[in-house]
């Protein structure tokens, strides 16, 4: 069994900063290629950041405003989202896989958090 906690979410004005944290417990952390994915009203969910042990890989919309990260001590994923628009309102979900290997898929991925809600204002 693998448990993921998303935290971090809030309200916050066009240009300002927000870290997301993804809490991870069950099974070794640093083992899973972790991700982010995120949902906006009336949008499918698409992916956002992933990371392995190899590097990270971003969504294009978000390349340059975006650092995914984790601390394998604490076994937490970080979302460090800058810039932010009103278009990155959204859920974001924290998700792993039940390898260490990169995917964008959303179906590839086997273990998903609650979410947590982001909304940017004008």
């Known amino acids: 069994q693998v448990q993921l906690v998303e935290s971090g979410g809030g309200l916050v004005q066009a240009g300002g900063s927000l870290r997301l944290s993804c809490a991870a417990s069950?099974?070794?952390?640093?083992?899973?290629?972790m991700g982010w994915f995120r949902q906006a009203p009336g949008k499918e969910r698409e992916f956002v950041a992933g990371?392995?042990?190899?590097?990270?890989y971003y969504q294009d919309s978000v390349k340059g405003r975006f650092t995914i990260s984790r601390d394998n001590d604490k076994n937490t994923l970080y979302l460090q989202m800058n810039s932010l628009t009103p278009e990155d309102t959204a859920v974001y979900y924290c998700a792993a896989r039940g390898s260490n290997f990169y995917s964008r898929r959303t179906d590839e991925y086997e273990y998903w958090g609650q979410g947590t809600q982001l909304t940017v204002s004008s």
């Open positions: 069950g099974r070794t952390f640093s083992s899973s290629f």
């Open positions: 990371l392995s042990r190899l590097g990270a």
